[in-house]
């Protein structure tokens, strides 16, 4: 059984989606221990190796690394630096029009904005069907109701739920049309 679960895991990464780690008022100098230059993805990636220790927090942090690298097969890391010099404009970041934030910033942004809505935008597929937004609505619920009792999601007694609620819809909607049309 355990096994089992353990197969089920794994084969999230082929239904997650693609993870994005935004680190907004980045400042450390990206590079490694050689001095190097590194880009933000191997930065992402080194920071999801595990780490040596054997107290509790480090194998918390570990098995939190190992879960994000199981679950997500295409990640994407975007460093942005601080929107603003001036702290108290920066506690009202809200009231500044998007203009008067650093060039930079918005650069990054830009790149941010064009991955997440031009180059990764695509509908959810689970077993080669692109889902609706009930479809959809209902996977989450039923990921999340697994989550909250304590237990891991298992995609294809989730995904057999969907179906049959998608497929009791659409039969109520056919016997109200029909109904509808023999009606008049």
Known sequence: ADADAELEATQFGRYFPSFAWVLRDFALDLVDEYGAPLTPDEYLERSLRPQVGFDDVTAERNRIRDMLSTFFCERKCFTLVRPLADEAQLQEIDKVPLSELRGEFREQLDELKDYLYFQHLRPKVVNNVALNGSSFI???????????????????????????????????????????????
């Not at 909250?148 to 989730?158: L, M, N, W």
């Not at 039969?171 to 049309?181: A, F, T």
Request: glycine share 8%; net charge negative; proline share 2%.
């Open 138 to 184: 209902g996977l989450a619920e039923q990921y999340i109701n697994a989550i909250a009792s304590g237990g891991v999601p298992t995609i294809t007694s989730a995904w057999q739920e969907v179906m049959h609620h998608e497929c009791e819809g659409a039969l109520r909607e056919s016997l109200d049309k029909y109904d509808e049309e023999f009606s008049r």
